[in-house]
C-alpha cells in the first residue's frame, strides 16, 4: 500500500512540475501599459506556437502550457508601432516584464485592382484596361477579346451566340443599328467599360410590362465631354494604292455626332460599315425597303476570306450622323450616307451538275466591273421617357447600281450590261400613351418604291424558246417594279401584377406592280414573254399574347389571327384568293441559378413566299437561266422548335450556351429545274406537295484567365436537312450536313509579345437519292504575333494557312503580311510601314457545294503591295 502511495505522489509531482507558467506586464518607455500586445510562446529551437495572449488595457499577459517538454522557450511580443522584442527563458521561469520601445512601421504599398468583369443586376461591365492591348487602336479591336462577346466578318456584334437588340454610346443610339461605323473608328483610349444590357426593353414605358430576351451593348467613356476619332492617310506601290480615312466624333450630354470620309483602292471593303446591325433596326429595314430584284449577270462568288486579299476596287464613303437633345427625353437624330464603289473582279468558276440524264460540265471565266452608287437620307424624332412614347423616322433611298461582265463560256465568249435604278420613301410613326391603368399603341407605316432593271446579253441563249431555234445577237429583258406598302395597327398593353395582356387588332396592304419585256435583236417578243402584273394582299389581323413573368421565371403565349386576300391581275386574267391563318406561339425561360438560365421557343407559321416571282410569263434572270412561275401562290405552312441553355459566370469570366433548333417546312409548290446540255437553265413550278426538315446543334464556351490575360473560346455548330427537288422531271431526295468548329485564342502571357491563332474547320456533306454522297472539308489557320521589342515601336506578323480536300485542284494557300509601326505616344500619332501578300499568291480556289452540284471558284489575287500610313488618333 505504502508503495502504490509513493508511485502516486510521485506522478501528481512530476504533472504539477511539468506545467509552465509565466506572467508579467507590457509597458513602454514611460511605464505607461500597452494594450493589444501580441505575446506569443514557442519552443526555443523552433518557429511553432504553443500559446498566445492578446493584453487588454492594464498591459498584464498570462502565458500557461500544461506539460514543459523543452528546456528552453522564446517570448515575443509584437505591438503596433513599437519594435519587435523576444528573450529565451528556461522552465524555472514565471515573471517576466517587457518594455518595448516608439518605432513607427512602413507598410508596402496595397494596389488594389478591379476585377475585368464585373455584374450588378441585368448589367455585366467589362473594364476596357484588362482587355487592352498595346497594339489595339479601336474599341472593336478590344471587345473582340471579351469572354461571351463575338464581332463577326460582318460587323455584327452577339453576345452569347445572339445578335444585340441596341448599341448604345452612353445610354444614345446614335447610329439607329449601323454601329460598325462607330465600333471600327472610336478609340478604345476614350472608353473606359463595354455593357451588356441583359433582357433589355429599348423602350422605357413597357420596361416593366414587356419582358425582352435580347441584350444590348453601351458603350462607358472616360470623360463627360469626349472628342475623339482618327485621321490617317496612306499610299503603296505595286500598283499604285492608297487609303484614306478622316473620322471626327463628339459625345456630350446635349449632343453626339460621328461623320466620316473614307476612301481606298486597296481592297478594304468599307460599305459593310453603312449595314444595318441590330435586330431591331433591321426588322424594321426589312418592312419598309424591299430587296426584291430579279436580273443578274454572272457574277464571281464572294470568297471567304478577307477582301485586302482579292477585291480591286475604288471606294469612297462620306456620312454625317448627329443626335441633339431637343428637351430632356425628346432626340433628333439625323444619319445621311452616300456609298460610291467601284469594282472590278476577275475569277474562274468550273461547276459540274449531277443530273439524273446524266453530268454536265461548265466552265465559265468571269470580269466583272460593278458601280455601286449608294445615297441614304433619315430623320428620326425620338421621346423615349417612361411615361410617354413617340418615333418618327422619315427615310429615303436611292440606288444607282449598274455593272458589266465579260464571259468566257465554255470558250464562247458573251458579254452582259445591267443596270438597276431605285428609289425608295417611307415614313414610320409610332406612339404609345398611358390612358388609365392601360398602355395604347399607335403604329404607321407608309413605303413606296419606283425600281427598273435592264439586262442585255449578247449573244442570246434559249434560241429554241425564244427565237424559233434561229442564233441571234442580242437579249434585252426588261422589268419596271412599283411596291406600296401600308402596314397601321392598334395595340392594347395592360398589366396585372406578374401578368401582362397584350392585344393588337390591324391591317397590312401591299400593291405590287411588275411589268416586263423581252427583246431579241430589238425586236419584242410577244407572250408568253411579257408580264403586266399587278399583286394587291389587303391583311387584316388580330394578335392577342399573354405573358407572365415572376422572380426568375417567364413565359408568353401568342396567338395571331390573319386574314389573307389576294387579288393577282395578270394581262387580262384576275383571280383572287383568301386565306385565314392561325400562327400560335410559345415561349418560356427559366433562370435556375444566378448561372443557369434555360429557354424553349416554338411556332407556327405561314408565308405566301416571294410575291415579286408570281409571273405567269418568261423572265431572263441571267444569261443562262429563264424563269416561269404560272402565277401560282408559293404558300408554305413553318414549324419551328428551339431549345437554349445559357451559363454564365463573370466572376470567373466564364461564358457558354448550347441550343437545338428544329425546322419543318411543307410547300405546296416544287420547283423543276430543267437543265440543257449547255447547262442552261429552265425554272418551272410543279402544284405538288413537298417538305423540308433542318435539324441544327450548336455550342459555345469562352474564357478570359486575368492573370495571364487570356481568352480562350471553342465552339461548334451541326446542320443537317433534307428535302425534294424535280431535276429533269424526275424527283430526287436532296440530304445536306455540314459541321463547322472553331477554335480561337488570344494570348497575352509576355510582355514584349502577344499571340492571336483562330482555327476553323468546315466539312460539308451531300447526297442526292440514287447516287452516293459527295464530301467536302476546307480549314483555315490564322496566326498573328505582336511584337514590342522597345517603347515606341510594333511589329505584327499575319499568316493565314487554307487547308483543301482535294490540293491537286485545289493547292493549299499561304498568305503573309507584315506591319511595322513607329508611335509617338503623347501626341497619339503612328507611323506604319506595312507588306501585304508577302509571298506574291496569285490565285486563291476552293470548291463548295449546292443541292445537285459542285463549283469550283478560282479568284485573281492582289499582288504583293508595300504601304506607308500616317495615323492621328484622338
Known sequence: ???????????????????????????????????????????????????????????????????????????????????????????????????????AIELKEVKLKESPIRKKGDTIAYDVTNFKDIQDRSIADVIKKMPGIEIESSGRILYQGEPINKYYIEGMDLLGGKYALANENLSADAVSKVQILENHQPIKILDSLVYSPKAALNIKLKNKITYSGKAEVGLGVSPFIYQANVTPMLFTKQQQMLGSYQSNNRGKDVSQQLSTLSLEDLLNDNEKFSSSSWLNIASIETPNFASERWLDNNVNLGTWNHLFKLKKELDLRLNISYLNDYQKRFGETTTQYFLPTGNIFLNERKRNYLQSENLDIKATLLRNSSKNYLENILEFKGDWNSSRGDLFRNDQFIQQSLSKPNREISNQFKIIKSIGKQLITFRSILAFKDYTENLSISPGLFESLINQGNTYENAFQNIRFKRFVSNNYAEFTKGLKSFTLESKIGVKYINHTLKSDLMADNQPKESPFINDTRWATLDPYVENKFSYRKNNFSTSFGLPFQWYYLENTSLNTKNSYQRFYVEPKVNLSVDFSNFWKFSTNHSFSNDLGNLTRLHEGYILYKYNSIQQNNGQFNEVKKWNSSIRFEYKNPIKARFANFGYNYTWNENNLLYSYKYNSDASTVLEVLNKKNHQQTHSFNTKISQYFSKIKTTITLSSAYNFSFFDQQINNELVKVNNTSIVSNFKASLRVLSWSTLEYDYNIMNYKNKLSGNSSRSLTNQIHQVVVHFFPAKQHYIKLNFDFYVNDDRKLNPNTTFGDLMYRYSLVKRKIDFELSAYNLFNEKYFSQNSFSSNYESRFVYQLRPTQLMVTTRFNF
Open 1 to 103: 500500500m505504502k508503495t502504490k502511495l509513493t508511485l502516486l505522489f510521485i506522478l501528481i509531482s512530476h504533472f504539477i512540475f511539468a506545467q509552465l507558467t509565466i506572467s508579467g506586464i507590457v509597458k513602454n518607455e514611460k511605464g505607461e501599459p500597452i494594450s493589444g500586445a501580441n505575446i506569443t510562446l514557442s519552443p526555443g529551437n523552433s518557429d511553432e506556437t504553443l500559446t498566445y495572449f492578446i493584453t487588454k488595457s492594464d498591459g498584464k499577459y498570462l502565458l500557461k502550457i500544461d506539460n514543459s517538454l523543452h528546456e528552453t522557450y522564446e517570448i515575443r511580443v509584437r505591438a503596433m508601432n513599437y519594435a519587435f522584442v523576444s528573450e529565451l527563458i528556461n522552465e524555472s521561469s514565471s515573471n517576466f516584464d517587457f518594455t518595448l520601445h516608439e518605432k
